[in-house]
């Protein structure tokens, strides 16, 4: 802990990159972790983010993420989440890219988020582009509706990235950047087998930075990092004491 906390102290751009595992400690499903999603059923995982299976049944999605991505409002960041925000205000931490679509950074306190995967901050209509803010669609699902559009009838979907959409060029050109800025990554709770993501610490590696692994499932970077613990609320409840 000793040695992490001094390459903290040390980086002059120090970026994080946060999955799934960092939001289990606030309650939120993962996906690919021990208890996840894709543990339980894959086809299942799969077809609820599916953008064919979507424009097909909307309504598959909409129940199925109902009590598990429209409950996020009532989640409290956590330990992790609250630590990166202070780092960030503190002028330590420079951005965090994350996986989650979760929203707990920014309830955290985190002012610079790149969301590659999006979020279900909004939602739009796919035939005439109205937004929708995710509090009105949250209380059209808590009425037992799925939500259509009042203007045109049309199919409302989450700008969260779907199976079969291509990435927000922007969102991934600003994560490239930060991680070759970056002299030390922090990778919190992910695997890192899910691509563009996955490949995000090699261009910190490939421009001489440095890596942190810490998740409770080994990564395929393991052998590349600086240091590898597994136990992230410990870990963030050490740097919590040392820093604030």
């Known amino acids: 802990m000793e040695r992490l906390l001094k390459a903290i102290k040390e980086s ?5 990159l946060t999955g799934a595992g960092i939001s289990t400690l606030s309650g939120v499903s993962d996906f690919r972790g021990k208890n996840g999603l894709y543990k339980q059923n894959s086809i299942e995982a799969d077809n609820i983010f599916s953008l064919s299976y979507f424009l097909k049944d909307p309504s598959y999605y909409y129940l199925k993420t109902k009590d598990f991505i429209y409950n996020v409002h009532e989640k409290i960041p956590c330990v992790v989440h ?6 960030e205000r503190k002028n330590i931490l420079k951005s965090v890219i994350t996986q989650n679509i979760d929203m707990l950074h920014q309830k955290a306190g985190s002012r610079n988020v790149i969301e590659i995967h999006g979020s279900p901050a909004v939602h739009k209509c ?6 929708f803010p995710y509090d009105e669609i949250r209380t059209i699902l808590e009425e037992g509706k799925i939500p259509h559009c009042p203007d045109c009838g049309g199919i409302i979907k ?3 990235i779907f199976f079969g959409e291509n990435l927000n060029e922007r969102a991934l ?7 070759l800025k970056a002299d030390l990554m922090l990778v919190l ?7 563009p993501a996955a490949s995000l610490p090699l261009y910190t590696i490939k421009n001489s930075g440095r890596i942190v692994i810490i998740n409770n499932m080994e990564t395929p970077l393991d052998d590349m990092a600086l240091l590898r613990y597994s136990d992230l609320e410990k870990s963030f409840n050490y740097l919590d004491g040392c820093f604030f």
């Open 173 to 179: 050109s600003n994560a490239v950047s930060e991680a």
């Open 82 to 87: 609250r630590v990166l925000a202070e780092l």
């Open 126 to 131: 796919l035939r005439c582009a109205k937004s």
């Open 158 to 160: 989450p700008e969260i």
């Open 12 to 16: 002059k751009h120090l970026v994080a």
């Open 189 to 195: 709770g992910s695997t890192l087998v899910v691509q």
